[in-house]
């Protein structure tokens, strides 16, 4: 069985632009959260989604957004990068909202120059 | 709210030794999961080990077995026998469990473990 997906693996935009990012779960998975991962703040939690519902949402400002598919694929979009944009992006996927066991994709790197 | 402390940034051990990493975490609730992950340099975080705080037996899993001290609100994570492979960072983390509903975790800062040959 194929694990989480994420595309790109590495990016590099500007400031000012924005970026979309994107994740396969693992198939059957209905739940997907994504974190934000820099050296500074650790893993912060972004949002959670299930059956394309945004079911939690981390303390980060409106430029950051996102949505869930009706096959579970979830993306996150940035606006307006800032420099403080630069992050691995974490994309983790579960059967259920509940269930004890997320599992991770390798994330995305995103640089903002 | 809840906050999860990893105290020791940076730990090492030697091979086929013991090792121990320590977390601390708050809440002020009494149902929750506690967990912990291993992310090896530039590959996939992967769960290791996972406790429910309502259960008082320490969850293990071969070489990794935990001390849950739920009083004190402590989780550390004993590596035994350790393996030029365990060498990763480690993160602990908190999900809270019931009312809340949501899968939200709350990680702490990290140890990087070394194992040295």
């Known amino acids: 069985k194929a694990g989480v997906t994420q595309t790109p693996r590495y990016l590099i935009k500007t400031r000012g632009q924005q970026v979309t990012l994107s994740c396969s779960p693992i198939s059957g998975h209905r739940s997907v959260s994504w974190y934000q991962q820099t050296p500074g703040q650790g893993l912060q939690f972004l949002f959670e989604?299930?059956?394309?519902?945004?079911?939690n949402k981390g303390n980060f400002p409106g430029r950051f957004s996102g949505r869930q598919f009706s096959n579970s694929r979830s993306e996150m979009n940035v606006s307006t990068l800032e420099l403080g944009d630069s992050a691995l992006y974490l994309c983790?996927?579960?059967?259920?909202?509940?269930?004890?066991?997320?599992?991770f994709g390798p994330g995305t790197r995103l640089t903002v120059l | 709210a809840q906050t999860v402390t990893q105290s020791q940034p940076e730990m090492s051990v030697q091979e086929a030794e013991t090792v121990t990493l320590s977390c601390t975490y708050d809440?002020?609730?009494?149902?929750?999961?506690l967990f912990w992950y291993k992310q090896p340099p530039s590959r996939q975080m992967i769960l290791v080990i996972r406790q429910e705080a309502y259960k008082q037996q320490n969850a293990t899993e071969n070489r990794f077995s935990v001390n849950f001290q739920k009083a004190a609100k402590s989780f550390s994570l004993k590596i035994s026998d350790s393996q030029l492979g365990d060498a990763a960072m480690y993160f602990c983390a908190y999900r809270q469990y019931g009312s809340s509903n949501t899968g939200k975790l709350i990680f702490g800062q990290g140890t990087t473990l070394q194992v040295k040959p």
């Open positions: 989604y299930f059956s394309e519902t945004q079911r």
């Open positions: 809440t002020s609730e009494s149902d929750y999961y």
């Open positions: 983790a996927s579960s059967l259920e909202l509940l269930d004890n066991e997320q599992f």
